[in-house]
């Protein structure tokens, strides 16, 4: 493309923003709105996908070894419980780690356990992690049958209970981003059906004096692009303050939440709000003028 | 060149606006083309400029046949042709010296390119003082010598006007008559629509008839009808 000729277009292209000024107003108005939501909701989920990866690291599963192995029999289970699908990674508790174990875990209580000297009252055991908790029941049930195993206590409830929240925050997450991505590409789309209805007689003429369709159609183009890109990085800003705001409430609230930092998001932010606001400016456009111009 | 041969135009409601028509227009002529009302007079213009489609028939004007013309060459077509209409579609909110280079611009001409044709062509027309005036604040004639400015700004071959005196008294009438005179005598191609007698009949040109559809006379001098 010519300098010239982007010159032209670009100053065509603002000149027509300012010409329906309302109407771009509003645009961008329902784009920034759309990418917040979009934007926050996304940030949440985020944030809740971290919290359950830190919660699918704390669930793990205790299987007790059968008390009439020898130590040495005991130890050699764990890697038949390695072998198993989904394992990610076994850790051997022997009956006196156990034990001090629940010494710390009880503190002052420990007394409880004064009457069990012997620590042969508890169990070799393994903890295991898996590497999907969606898969724990039937991991669970797979560990059970490896010889030697005599027992397995997984906390499934909180597995379930875990899982349901992720899904549902992924879930209205992508609906809401495709209906207010639709939405968007509508109100860009009469934005710019608006300008070229407002300068129907000039594209007469520039057709009649032989502009290709190109030519005519780049401004509106960058109309759209603008459109986009300005509401893009003004949702940007706004949601750096929302987050940064929220994130503060929500930790003074809630201690054990621990929101990320919004500069450690920024970027993968920055070029999502910029990359919706330029996919939704220039597909708006594109799809309103392919049709204006088709006579 | 423009050339028809065996044309027919039925537009999509069914009606027939051209029932075979077969003319030949050389490079350099001037043409009036005259007929009543609903004669079709503006469903050749419209088929010269590539709006409309043939039916029937085979269409060449400048080189580019319009049966066979495919949607992305069209442009080209059309900078061969400069086209004035009755009722001068000017963009209002432009000068008259913008009317102008806008026709220029868009077809991707350099802004020194423009600075230095439009100047020429507005006094060519008559208009160099009234080069930054808005279209609202001309007369008619004045704004019919802006749109023919605007036809004549990229130089094109053969310069089409439909009823280009519809709108405006005798007088002026023949002013503007008088110019196309003028540019057809620098070279250019004229194809005139007219139904007023008394305009052709000032005029020793060609006058090519056209009624319901059809060429009913063919020759120079006078309106026969
Ligand atoms: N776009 C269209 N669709 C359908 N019919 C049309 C269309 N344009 C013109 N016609 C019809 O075609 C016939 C010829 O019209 P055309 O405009 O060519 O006449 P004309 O000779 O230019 O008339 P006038 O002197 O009134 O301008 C008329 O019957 C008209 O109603
Ligand atoms: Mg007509």
Redesign the interface.
């Known amino acids: 493309m010519r300098g010239h000729n982007l010159a032209y277009f670009l100053r065509e292209g603002i000149k027509s923003i300012f010409l329906h000024g309302f109407m771009s107003f509003a645009a961008i108005c329902i784009i920034v709105a759309c990418l917040l939501i979009i934007g926050s909701f996304s940030l949440i989920s985020y944030n809740v996908s971290l919290a359950i990866d830190n919660a699918e690291q704390q669930n793990e599963i205790v299987a007790f070894v059968d008390d009439t192995l020898s130590d040495e029999e005991a130890k050699d289970i764990e890697n038949s419980i390695r072998a198993v699908p989904n394992v990610q990674d076994v850790i051997f508790v022997s009956r006196d780690q156990a034990f001090e174990e629940y010494s710390t875990e009880l503190g002052e209580d420990s007394f409880l356990l004064d009457g069990l000297e012997d620590e042969s009252v508890l169990r070799h055991r393994y903890r295991i992690f898996l590497n999907d908790i969606e898969l724990m029941q039937e991991t669970a049930d797979n560990i059970e049958n490896v010889p030697g195993i005599d027992k397995v206590n997984a906390s499934l409830e909180i597995s379930e209970g875990i899982i349901s929240v992720r899904n549902v925050v992924r879930i209205v997450s992508y609906i809401l981003a495709v209906i207010l991505f639709c939405i968007s590409v509508f109100i860009i789309s009469n934005t710019v059906k608006l300008a070229t209805f407002n300068r129907r007689e000039e594209i007469a003429i520039m057709k009649m004096v032989g502009a290709t369709n190109a030519f005519i159609r780049w401004p509106f183009i960058i109309e759209g692009f603008l459109l986009g890109v300005v509401g893009g990085a003004i949702a940007f800003f706004c949601q750096w303050g929302i987050y940064d705001y929220a994130a503060v409430k929500v930790h003074e609230y809630m201690q054990i939440l621990n929101p990320v930092e919004f500069t450690d998001v920024y970027i993968p932010v920055l070029a999502i709000f910029l990359g919706a606001g330029f996919l939704v400016g220039v597909f708006g456009s594109v799809v309103t003028i392919r049709k204006f111009l088709k006579v | 060149m423009v050339r028809f041969s065996g044309v027919f135009k039925t537009y999509d409601n069914g009606v027939k606006a051209i029932k075979g028509i077969d003319m030949r227009i050389e490079d350099g002529e001037f043409v009036f083309l005259v007929g009543p009302s609903g004669s079709g007079k503006s469903t050749i213009v419209k088929l010269i400029?590539s709006e409309e489609r043939p039916t029937d028939g085979k269409i060449v004007v400048n080189g580019f046949n319009i049966g066979k013309l495919r949607?992305?060459t069209?442009?080209?077509?059309?900078?061969t042709?400069g086209?004035i209409f009755q009722d001068f579609?000017l963009?209002e909110n432009k000068t008259v010296y913008e009317n102008v280079a806008?026709?220029m611009?868009?077809?991707?001409a350099?802004?020194r390119q423009i600075a230095d044709r439009v100047p020429k062509v507005l006094m060519l027309v008559g208009l160099s003082d009234k080069a930054h005036a808005l279209p609202q604040e001309l007369s008619g004639g004045e704004q019919q010598r802006v749109a023919i400015a605007?036809a004549l700004i990229?130089n094109p071959r053969t310069i089409i006007a439909d009823e280009p005196t519809g709108n405006l008294d005798p007088a002026r009438s023949q002013e503007i008559m008088k110019l196309l005179e003028r540019i057809n005598s620098l070279g250019t191609t004229v194809i005139a629509v007219t139904h007023e007698r008394g305009i052709v009949d000032s005029f020793e040109k060609r006058v090519i008839a056209i009624d319901d559809g059809k060429i009913v006379s063919d020759k120079t001098g006078g309106y026969i009808q």
């Open positions: 400029t949607s992305r069209i442009p080209r077509l059309r900078r042709l086209v579609r963009i806008f026709a611009r868009v077809i991707g350099h802004p605007r990229n």
